[in-house]
């Protein structure tokens, strides 16, 4: 069964505007990450949170962590038309073992120029 | 650096064909391996992972077999293709380096028709 599961399941806005993705998860977690596919192309890792951090930022990227309400968010700032691309949110076991890196359905953002 | 390669991009196989997709990875030892399947529109199924030669754990029951004949060498095979089998299947690796971090080859289509 998957562990996170994003929100919204598809997202459409205008270029600049800024983009908000959820994630929510079941059990407890070491870490979060966040992945981003271009149609019909391999997952590129985007940023990883730890269960003992808050927020972190990458660029455009902000990446917030609630382990009270287990949720994550991804906000991408200043979109721009090549941001358009599939999300998802991955959380490995809590004992840290890669082998059971459970990803979500994903969510389908497509920004227009 | 390390590089993940997969091999073919793009597979047309009539059902109950054989199928054989390999994954190798360049510029690390010892990586853990996975392969994934992508189903139209829906989130990433782990199918197999292996830590090291000739340790290959399946995740879910199905047509498919994976082998690791050398350390940075995957193999996803099947004796008899069903059309169910179709879809986009990606290899990843990761090292204990860069944690839980999953890095992805760009993928194969396969379709069985």
């Known amino acids: 069964s998957q562990q996170g599961e994003e929100d919204p399941q598809a997202l459409s806005i205008q270029e600049g505007e800024n983009a908000t993705m959820n994630c929510s998860y079941k059990?407890?977690?070491?870490?979060l990450q966040w992945y981003r596919q271009n149609s019909g192309r391999g997952l590129v890792h985007l940023i990883l949170i730890r269960s003992n951090e808050r927020e972190k930022h990458s660029g455009r990227l902000r990446v917030t962590l609630d382990t009270s309400k287990k949720s994550s968010s991804l906000l991408i700032t200043a979109s721009r038309a090549a941001d358009t691309a599939s999300y998802f949110c991955a959380t490995p076991p809590w004992t840290g073992a890669n082998s059971k890196l459970t990803f979500g359905k994903g969510i389908t953002l497509s920004v227009r120029p | 650096s390390q590089t993940i390669h997969q091999w073919p991009a793009t597979l047309v196989q009539p059902v109950g064909s054989p199928l054989s997709l390999e994954c190798t990875v360049e510029g690390t030892s010892n990586p853990n391996l996975y392969w994934y399947r992508q189903a139209a529109g829906r989130g990433l199924q782990l199918l197999f992972y292996s830590v090291g030669i000739g340790q290959i754990s399946s995740e879910v029951p199905q047509n498919l077999s994976a082998s690791r004949p050398q350390d940075r060498q995957f193999i996803l095979s099947s004796k008899k293709l069903l059309l169910s089998d179709s879809g986009f299947y990606l290899c990843?690796?990761?090292?204990?380096?860069?944690?839980?971090?999953?890095?992805f080859g760009e993928g194969s289509w396969l379709t069985v028709v």
């Open positions: 059990t407890s977690i070491n870490n």
């Open positions: 990843a690796w990761s090292g204990s380096r860069q944690g839980n971090t999953i890095y």
